[in-house]
């Protein structure tokens, strides 16, 4: 079928309306005897001439562009999708042509109402760490913008609830390293846009992290019971529900008596025991001159050579048996009746090698 508008994949060729009909005009064409001159002179009656069709088709393509705009979600109030789930397919069939990507993934789904959620934050976050880290340049340009639009309504919840402050500092400073690497390479078509649109853009993530830098926590009003009028059994039990040593330590700054009970070894045997398999804790043993494991020292050291064991309240499913990729409440009609036959529950890491084919 002829291109009969003006479209960035024509062979060069132009329709023309003449005396005898519509024709078509190339640049190198010897019988090039109809022009917008002679368009303009056929057209006499009907009052045009060359000045108000350029007018014309300016508008046109002005028009057009704004149309476009529009489409891409180039405006200023961003939108955001809210379906439950998607449908993820990885090759083309009679009925479907193409296949889901990460890019359409992350746009579909309903990852700007899972920030509000406090079981799938902490899931949203690291997966916005692991496209931050390598991903990022295969995320088409209405999904990269997507994740902008995301990244700062986490902050701005961050900079609200006042929690959650370390692990979104670092998210920003990954993401930021990984600008730094990536915007060097923008003749190379690795992000999708304007450099100076990239540049803004890093420019809001310092602005973040300032942000995060300066917060302060409030004191809480009430002058009721706190973790110190427990008894020590009881703040131990509670200790040892945190899953990072780093918030520990933080703990055990609070106050002499909570820095006692973040010493104990037993508390940072359980830490390592959680996060590590015995392979890796007996590769990197640590004995005290006493003759006693330094359990703190090992996790730690160990925390730099393996990635912690991640666990969530809430997490992405996939359906083994219809390929539908959704949350964990959405009522998916495969688990009405045997809800953990057919479903597989999705780590950040996971759902991103979901889409690597």
Known sequence: MPFLGQDWRSPGQNWVKT???WKKRTADDKNNNVSVESFCKVNEP?????????????????????????????SKVPYFHREKWIYVHKGSTKERHGYCTLGEAFNRLDFSSAIKDT?????????????????????????????????????????DDQQNVRPIKELLQTLYVSLCGLVQDMGKSVLVGNINIWVHRMENILHWQQQLDNIQINRPTSTGMTLTDLPAGLQLNI????????????????CPELGTFAEDRLLW??????????????KRLMVSEKGHLEWKKMYFKLSRCYPHREQYSDTLHLCTHCHILFWKDTNHPCTANNPESCTTSLSPQDFINLFNF
């Open 19 to 21: 005396e005898e009909g």
């Open 46 to 74: 009907e009052c045009f001439n060359k000045e108000n069709l350029l007018l014309s088709l300016s508008y046109d393509m002005s028009a057009k562009k704004r149309k476009k705009d529009l489409m891409n979600n180039n």
């Open 119 to 159: 079981r799938r934050f902490n899931y949203v976050v690291r997966l916005l760490e692991l496209i931050a880290k390598s991903q990022l340049p295969s995320l088409s340009g209405v999904a990269q913008k997507n994740y902008m639009n995301i990244l700062e309504r986490v902050v701005q919840k961050v900079l």
């Open 239 to 254: 200790m040892q529900r945190l899953t990072d040593g780093r918030d520990l330590v933080s703990l055990g700054q609070v």
């Open 269 to 282: 045997k359980k830490l390592c025991q959680y996060h590590f398999t015995d392979r890796q804790i007996r």
